[in-house]
């Protein structure tokens, strides 16, 4: 069956079954190889997307529900320019990753939260940050990373005041 999709911005077509995981379409057919499989369950969020700017596993995501939907995976967070994220370069500031497999899932977990929430506290993140699992344990290190972030984003948008 023909399914399109918008990813990243980009409109695309896809010929495949519609109970097809989103994950392996992403994946498979558009080559975009950032969004990584953990569980197959949706238990871990290494495969976290976002389906109209908000956070969904993509491993259980059937493509039919993505049809006519805008997708973001992790290579769709970054400016056009090629300039990362507020997470993404506070995630290199903080050196928040270990092995850093579930990042990109942490990653995008993280921009959902503060595209809503500019001021988390302690709380909103952890809750936020739930379904995310971390096999390293580098759990310090995120929260510090989505900390710094929401650092530079509300002084970004205090400039653009």
């Not at 695309?12 to 989103?22: G, N, R, S, W, Y």
């Not at 969004?35 to 197959?40: I, Q």
């Not at 400016?79 to 903080?94: F, N, R, Y």
């Not at 809750?127 to 972030?149: E, V």
Request: aromatic share 4%; hydrophobic share 35%.
């Amino acid at each position: 069956m023909s399914i399109k999709l918008t990813v990243n911005g980009e409109a695309k077509k896809v010929e495949v079954d519609p109970d097809t995981p989103l994950l392996w379409v992403i994946r498979e057919q558009l080559g975009l190889l950032g969004t990584k499989f953990g569980c197959g369950k949706a238990l871990c969020g290494a495969c976290t997307v976002h389906l109209n700017d908000r956070p969904v596993r993509s491993c259980t995501t059937p493509v039919r529900a993505a049809a006519d939907q805008r997708i973001t995976t992790i290579e769709g967070i970054g400016s056009a320019a090629g300039t990362l994220h507020a997470v993404q370069q506070a995630w290199i500031d903080e050196q928040v990753p270990q092995c850093g497999y579930c990042q990109s899932g942490q990653i995008m977990s993280a921009v959902a939260l503060l595209a809503t929430n500019q001021t988390p506290t302690d709380q909103d993140i952890d809750h936020a940050m739930r379904g995310n699992i971390c096999r390293c344990g580098t759990y310090p290190r995120i929260r510090n990373g989505i900390r710094r972030a929401a650092a530079v984003l509300a002084t970004d948008t205090g400039a653009k005041e």
